[in-house]
């Protein structure tokens, strides 16, 4: 099997697509694999932040050999396979040329990189085996050196995992601008370090909300613009510390958001928008125009709102994703229906629809791993509680919460308490007493006032059926949840 001959160490040598484990990929989208890929590994009891980029990266070649846990969740999904049957480089080869790699880096910068060449082996181990080979640029012994997997160690708030902390480039860096000493000249390992930033912090924020992880996240944000300012060592680097840097802008301005702090996401989707328009980026352009019109519509702008989602729409025309195309259109409607203009939402969400329809493609932006069919109705859902609609409303509140994939907590619960208020003021206050329920279920593993806020306004609603089955317990385990600041 071609995809799975070890390569020749040669610098100016691009790493071989994995073209084995894209056949086992099929018609499913890299984010729906990485969603795959995720279930399996809850079934034998692993942990592993798989995302539509981590596919990518290893159908690029990029990951030649998986760490253990994905080792074991890929023979998981494929019985009867070896590593080398689902196109990875065999452990031992891999190893070996770590190896030399560390030992040419360790003796070309032994004043820069404490340890010796095993101990950095023993280090990275446990994650996948960086190939020295990068897409974006040649080979560098410096970066090599600098490269590792980042953000591993979790810190606990509130009593769930929240927030992943720095480890390696993007620590440094930060301990740097810390204590008031700019940092050197950034790398490929700082660009690297900045993309895992966004990724787990979009991970955490799927299971736990905003809460406890904003304040949390500006200190890698306050980092990233002092990369941008230090310089990179090559325009291929400078790209990716801009488009993270933006992407991380708009992931702590959801962060923002969602907890209610309204002024502080604005200004951080501006910043986004900045960087986009400075590096001629559309897909960073696209991204933040799409989170503006969203919180407009929550700031009560929907006229803004519908502006907004129009010029994402525009700027995202040459991307080629129909799914992000149609996230767009429901941005629209959604401003649509706060200006209670029906037929406008009617026609914006028609255009979702179909847009949905035609599939996800490999042109579909990473971040948008969390939009599905769960999310389509959850969207339309919100559409129709805007216009007074709770029926229609309801049907699909409902839809949302039943499709929607348990790793995406946060927006189970949402999801759920969406349908909870659509039911209580569509005069249904049993079924929506059971709703909230569910959601009171989540929400010591969430964390967001969107949420809370939604719930509280809900159990106003059921005040006056307190007698209704069920509404009595409901409102007295609301009533003794801790008030949130």
Request: proline share 6%.
């Amino acid at each position: 099997m071609t995809s799975s001959t070890v390569t020749s160490p040669r610098p100016d040598r691009p790493p071989r697509p994995n073209l084995a484990f894209r056949r086992l990929r099929g018609k499913r989208s890299p984010a729906e694999f990485a969603a795959a890929v995720r279930r399996a590994a809850r079934e034998i009891g692993e942990r592993v932040s798989c995302d539509a980029r981590y596919i990518g990266r290893v159908e690029a070649g990029e990951i030649r050999c998986p760490n253990y846990a994905y080792e074991r969740v890929f023979l998981h999904m494929f019985p009867g396979r070896t590593l080398t049957d689902l196109g990875f480089a065999p452990r031992s080869s891999v190893r070996g040329r770590r190896a030399r790699a560390d030992e040419e880096a360790t003796g070309a910068h032994a004043d820069r990189a404490p340890g010796t060449a095993s101990e950095t082996r023993r280090a990275r181990e446990p994650y996948d085996t960086p190939d020295t080979h990068h897409p974006h640029h040649p080979y560098d012994p410096h970066d090599d050196n600098e490269e590792s997997d980042v953000l591993r160690r979790a810190f606990m708030m509130s009593g769930a995992t929240v927030a992943a902390a720095s480890l390696g480039p993007l620590a440094l860096a930060h301990d740097a601008v810390a204590a008031g000493r700019p940092p050197r000249r950034a790398g490929a390992g700082h660009a690297g370090a900045l993309e895992e930033a966004v990724r787990r912090i979009r991970l955490l924020d799927d299971r736990h909300g905003a809460d406890g992880l904003y304040r949390r996240a500006a200190a890698p944000l306050r980092t990233a613009y002092a990369l941008l300012d230090a310089g990179a060592t090559r325009q291929a680097t400078a790209d990716r510390l801009y488009a993270g840097a933006g992407e991380l802008a708009i992931s702590v301005g959801w962060l923002a958001h969602d907890s209610g702090r309204f002024d502080d996401a604005r200004s951080h989707y501006a910043e986004a928008l900045a960087t986009s328009r400075m590096t001629g980026d559309p897909a960073l352009e696209a991204h933040a125009f799409c989170n503006m019109a969203f919180l407009a519509r929550d700031a009560g702008r929907p006229r803004e709102a519908v502006r907004a989602a129009q010029a994402a729409q525009r700027a995202a025309r040459s991307l080629g994703s129909a799914r992000l195309l149609s996230l767009l259109a429901l941005r629209e409607a959604g401003g649509w229906a706060g200006l209670a203009d029906r037929v406008g939402c009617e026609q914006a969400l028609t255009r979702a629809q179909a847009l949905f329809g035609q599939g996800p493609s490999d042109a579909d932006p990473e971040w948008m791993t969390f939009y599905g069919e769960a999310e389509l109705e959850g969207l339309e859902a919100q559409c129709w509680s805007t216009l007074g609609d709770w029926p229609r409303a309801a049907r699909h509140a409902r839809r949302a919460a039943a499709l929607q994939d348990p790793h995406f907590t946060r927006n189970l619960a949402l999801y759920s308490a969406e349908l909870a208020d659509d039911l209580a003021r569509g005069g249904r206050p049993d079924e929506a007493a059971g709703a909230g329920m569910r959601v009171l279920d989540l929400l010591g593993e969430v964390q967001s006032s969107r949420i809370h806020t939604m719930l509280a306004g809900t159990a106003r609603v059921l005040l006056p059926h307190r007698r209704a089955s069920g509404v009595s317990a409901f409102l007295d385990r609301h009533a003794s949840l801790p008030r949130t600041a």
